[in-house]
């Protein structure tokens, strides 16, 4: 076994064994258990009552969203009013200008839906004021959103549910006090202490070994860099995201990183099995996303180790695999590990270029987003999961002739209707999204957004469309989507693809609380059982190949046998 391997089997194995005691915390929290954060509450206390909010007051899942939809579009306002004049305000010690309007919009849209899709170079695009007062503020309150919406559904799956599930503003600053901002912290300081910048000094010149006079950017990265893992956001305090040096300077600083951005969605997967009192469907729900990441980090790996057979035939040595738009300080392993951790869970964040990936690697990565529901983004996860069991104890029940049930409540036309639509919704985003820019692009080539023609460039398209309605924010970044058409047309499927698949799950569980429990008798179909979750990881998948298989066709397949055709 390789040295890059075994850092691959460290890495997750570390995670997996945070994760655990990080979910029995996380429920502790969110039961009115005490934990060893409670010093927070009079913090707490003195914003609710300077904010004017009861957090004792009960909220039904209708009051959960209208709080919920109208935070978020007060958030929107105020960040994209903040871009629009962040070049005449201070802290802009390299004199970055203002954003253009259509660029503000789909900036503030991107990170209040936690996608952090960046159509502009982190140090050039943005003055440390709204580095930190916009895009970290929002990286912590869309993280703390897709967690506070995730307990409102945990609520609802309770055995006493009622009509009250719960304050979202209470179960939302807890999020950040309780959770989000110590881990940040201490993360934080990881980093710092290992080369990343924290300083508020502008460039520095340095001249390099050639005796080149170059400019460096920096700033008080370390904080941003910390939470956009932390909360799977994934915006990049430079251009390149944890592919620089200062963001991410060594392996050790890299496996930090990769571990912060799995951390929270599994330990999620593990707080609903203690909060729910029902560790036995956790362990199923862990083991169903655990065989789904492998089925696409398994291809990568391979692909991105074994290198380039087109580049092997001009006989260049491909022993360090591809390593194309990779560093050399990571690795093609660690970045393969990378590209399917970042696009499964929905951070985005890239520590090598995704653009110089292997076919098969862009197969992966596409179909990380396409599912996604293989642990997922900060609550979000588990919601769009929640979706899949809906779906697939519904057909299950229809299979063997038993009335479908999901944790005491009948499962009926109505929660039927709206998972359906809710799970059709994102390849319906995806691939009318794609099919409106192939048609445009192909209707006037002359507007440049493509360097690279055939197959590639369609698979740039569809993983700019896959990316923006999955959350994500990575990019193939072949594609120049900085210009009106990109940055309107990926904002409103930002929005549909963030807000439905969110309305959705709480709606579902919200009307399923007010039905009847009806107690596991011999009839009732188990969902905590190997088989159910192999239905449910059936279902995902199927879904997946029958919607997008003809796209992912067009673009990376084809491109994969093009490899091999001398």
Request: glycine share 10%.
């Amino acid at each position: 076994m390789n040295t890059e391997l075994i850092g691959v089997i460290a890495t997750f194995t570390i995670t997996v064994a945070l994760a655990i005691p990080l979910g029995k915390y996380i429920s502790k929290v969110f039961s009115g258990e005490k934990s060893w954060l409670d010093f927070m509450a009079p913090i707490e206390k003195l914003i609710f009552r300077l904010s004017g909010i009861d957090p004792t007051k009960q909220m039904t899942w209708k009051q959960h969203l209208i709080a919920l939809l109208s935070i978020n579009m007060l958030w929107f306002v105020y960040a994209f009013v903040m871009l629009l004049i962040q070049g005449s305000l201070f802290l802009n010690p390299d004199g970055n200008p203002s954003m253009a309007p259509d660029l503000s919009f789909n900036t503030a849209i991107s990170f209040m839906v936690n996608c952090n899709l960046q159509h502009y170079s982190g140090e050039t695009g943005l003055t440390y004021l709204t580095q930190l007062g916009v895009i970290t503020f929002l990286q912590f309150v869309s993280a703390a959103t897709g967690i506070a919406a995730l307990i409102v559904v945990f609520n609802a799956m309770k055995e006493k549910a009622s009509k009250g599930l719960g304050n979202f503003f209470d179960i939302f600053l807890k999020s950040l006090t309780r959770i989000l901002l110590p881990i940040s912290f201490v993360i934080a300081l990881l980093l710092v202490f290992s080369g990343t910048p924290a300083s508020f000094d502008g460039k520095d010149t340095i001249t390099t070994l050639q005796g080149d006079t170059v400019q460096v950017s920096r700033g008080p990265a370390a904080g941003m860099i910390a939470i956009k893992h932390l909360g799977t956001n994934g915006g990049g305090w430079f251009g390149v995201n944890s592919a620089h040096p200062l963001e991410n300077p060594n392996y050790f600083t890299n496996m930090v990183e990769m571990i912060a951005q799995v951390l929270i969605p599994i330990a999620l997967i593990f707080a609903m099995g203690f909060y729910l009192k029902r560790k036995k469907m956790a362990y199923v729900i862990f083991g169903v996303m655990t065989i789904g990441m492998l089925s696409f980090l398994i291809p990568t790996y391979l692909a991105e180790t074994n290198g380039n057979p087109a580049i092997a035939q001009l006989g260049i040595d491909q022993s360090a695999g591809s390593m194309e738009g990779k560093e050399v300080r990571f690795g093609s392993g660690a970045s393969a590990y990378w590209s399917i951790v970042t696009t499964i869970i929905s951070t985005g964040s890239v520590n090598s270029m995704h653009d110089s990936s292997m076919p098969v690697s862009n197969t992966m990565q596409l179909l990380g987003m396409m599912t996604n529901a293989f642990y997922g983004g900060c609550g979000v996860g588990i919601l769009n999961y929640y979706i899949f069991i809906i779906i697939a104890v519904f057909i299950s029940g229809l299979m063997v002739g038993r009335t479908p049930e999901f944790l005491g409540r009948k499962i009926e036309a109505r929660e039927m209707k709206i998972a359906t639509l809710i799970a059709l919704l994102h390849p319906f985003l995806i691939l009318v999204s794609t099919a409106v820019s192939a048609y445009v692009f192909t209707k006037d080539p002359s507007v440049g957004w493509l360097n690279n023609p055939g197959y590639h460039g369609f698979s740039e398209m569809l993983y700019e469309n896959t990316s923006s309605a999955a959350n994500n924010g990575s990019g193939m970044e072949g594609l120049g989507d900085n210009n009106w058409f990109w940055n309107i047309t990926t904002g409103f499927v930002l929005i549909l693809g963030r807000f439905l698949p969110i309305i959705g799950p709480i709606a579902i569980a919200g009307i399923l609380a007010k039905k009847k429990f009806i107690p596991e008798a011999a009839g009732t179909l188990r969902t905590d059982t190997g088989t159910f979750g192999l239905m449910t990881y059936a279902v995902i998948m199927i879904i997946a190949a029958l919607a997008f298989f003809p796209a992912l066709v067009l673009g990376p397949l084809s491109e994969y046998f093009t490899l091999y055709q001398h």
